[in-house]
C-alpha cells in the first residue's frame, strides 16, 4: 500500500514484522545509518558533487536545481537494492494523530519499543529530549550505541508506557510521525518540533516529500469556536490564526498537516479531524 | 541577495581542540531556525560506536536572517557572520 493513496501504509502489519527486517538485512543496514546519523548531512552524494548544505539555495538554482530535487526524492524514497544507509535512502514518514499512534504502539509496533533521545533536537539545538520511539530491529541497533540512551528514563517500554509516553508529547505539542526506516519497514514515532526536525525541515522548507501530511485533515466549527486562541500556538505548521474582526480561528487547508494537536487545547469541540480523502479539495494532497 | 557566509573557527570550538560543542551548545539553542548542525567531524579517526570529535557546520546557511545572536552567544568568539 503506497502512501498518499488515501489508504494506510502504516496500519499494514507486515510492514512491521521481523521476518521483513531479516529478508531485507536491516540489521547491518541501520548499523550503518544510526552510527552516522548526524552527519547525513554533510556527506557528499550524487557522485561526491553535492552535500545537503545550503541545500534550499541549491535546489532555487535553474537546472542544477531541478536534477538535485529529482536525485534527492529518488534517495529519499529508494526501494533499490543497492540502497546507501549512510545517506539515509528510502527514509520516509508521515504524520499520525495521537489515536493513530496509539493503534500502532497497542497492535503494531514490533517489541522491543524503546524512547530514546531526539538526535534532531541534539543535533540542531543541542537538547536532550526523549521523545523518540523506535520498535523492533531498530531499537536492538540503537540500544549499543551510547550517545541515544536516556539518563533518566526508562529505555526500554511496554506497550502501555509508550501509549501514554507519547499522549504526553503529543498534548505538549510535538507532532506524532511514523517512519519507513527504509521503506518497506517501520521502526519509528517520533514526537516532532519544527524547525529543529529534519525531516520537517526539508519538507516545509525546500519542499521535499520525507513527511506526508496525515490521512486527516482538521475543520473547524465556526459555531462552536469562541476565539480563545488557546489553538493557535499549538500548531508547528502555521495553519491557524486568529482573526480579531470575525473573533474567531481561521484555517489555512493548504498547511493543515492533520496531525490533530491544536485539538488538544480546544475546551469547546470546535476543532475535529475528518479524513482527507473526504474533504472537499484536499484529496490527494499529502 | 548576497549569499549568506557563517564560518566556524574549528582552533576555538570543535574537533577535539577547542571547547566541546556537545557540552556548549549556546549557538544551536539561540538559533531560533536552526541553521546550524552538530555532528561527528569526518576525516578524523573515530570510534564508530562513541564518537568523542564533534564539531558546528553552518548547514542551513541559505535560512540564515543574519540576527547575529550565534556570533554574541558563542562564549570562543569562534563564529562569524558576513555578506
Known amino acids: ?286 | 541577495m548576497p549569499r549568506t557566509k557563517i564560518t566556524i573557527d574549528y582552533s576555538k570550538c570543535g574537533d577535539g581542540v577547542g571547547i566541546d560543542p556537545r557540552n556548549c551548545g549556546k549557538c544551536l539553542n539561540v538559533c531560533d531556525v536552526a541553521v546550524l548542525l552538530c555532528h561527528e567531524t569526518l576525516g578524523v579517526p573515530q570510534d564508530p560506536i562513541d564518537p568523542q570529535t564533534w564539531r558546528v557546520s553552518a548547514l542551513w546557511w541559505d535560512l540564515c536572517n543574519r540576527c547575529m545572536k550565534c556570533v554574541e552567544a558563542c562564549p570562543q568568539r569562534a563564529i562569524t557572520v558576513s555578506w
Not at chain 1, 27 to 53: A, C, D, H, N, P
Request: glycine residues 8%; hydrophobic residues 35%.
Open chain 1, 1 to 286: 500500500m503506497k502512501h498518499g493513496a488515501g489508504g494506510k501504509w502504516y496500519l499494514n502489519a507486515k510492514n512491521y514484522s521481523n521476518e521483513l527486517a531479516k529478508e531485507l538485512d536491516l540489521e547491518r543496514y541501520l548499523t550503518e545509518q544510526w552510527r552516522f546519523f548526524e552527519t547525513l548531512y554533510i556527506r557528499k552524494f550524487m557522485g561526491g558533487l553535492v552535500s545537503s548544505s545550503g541545500l534550499g539555495y541549491k535546489l532555487r538554482l535553474p537546472i542544477i536545481g531541478r536534477v538535485l530535487r529529482y536525485e534527492v526524492e529518488n534517495m529519499i524514497h529508494s526501494e533499490s537494492k543497492n540502497r546507501n544507509p549512510i545517506r539515509a535512502d528510502g527514509h520516509f514518514g508521515q504524520v499520525v494523530p495521537l489515536e493513530d499512534a496509539k493503534l500502532i504502539f497497542a497492535n503494531l509496533a514490533a517489541e522491543p519499543i524503546i524512547e530514546n533521545y531526539c538526535m534532531c533536537r541534539v543535533m540542531q539545538k543541542g537538547v536532550k529530549e526523549v521523545c523518540c520511539f523506535n520498535f523492533g530491529v531498530l531499537s536492538g541497533v540503537i540500544e549499543k550505541l551510547p550517545r541515544f540512551i536516556p539518563k533518566n528514563t526508562k529505555l526500554r517500554l511496554d506497550r502501555e508506557e509508550a501509549i501514554a509516553r507519547l499522549e504526553k508529547h503529543n498534548r505538549d505539542g510535538k507532532v506524532a510521525t511514523i517512519w519507513f526506516q527504509p521503506v518497506p519497514y517501520i521502526n519509528a514515532i517520533c514526537s516532532c518540533e519544527t524547525p529543529q526536525c529534519g525531516g520537517l525541515r526539508l519538507r516545509n522548507d525546500f519542499g521535499l516529500n520525507v513527511v506526508y501530511k496525515a490521512e486527516y485533515a482538521i475543520r473547524l466549527d465556526p459555531d462552536n469556536c469562541q476565539g480563545c486562541k488557546l489553538c493557535v500556538p499549538m500548531c508547528q505548521f502555521g495553519a491557524l490564526r486568529y482573526s480579531p474582526s470575525l473573533k474567531r480561528v481561521l484555517v489555512d487547508d493548504t498547511k493543515c498537516f492533520g496531525c490533530g494537536l491544536c485539538r488538544h487545547a480546544c475546551k469547546f469541540d470546535a476543532l475535529r479531524l475528518v479524513p482527507r480523502e473526504e474533504a472537499p479539495g484536499l484529496k490527494g494532497q499529502y
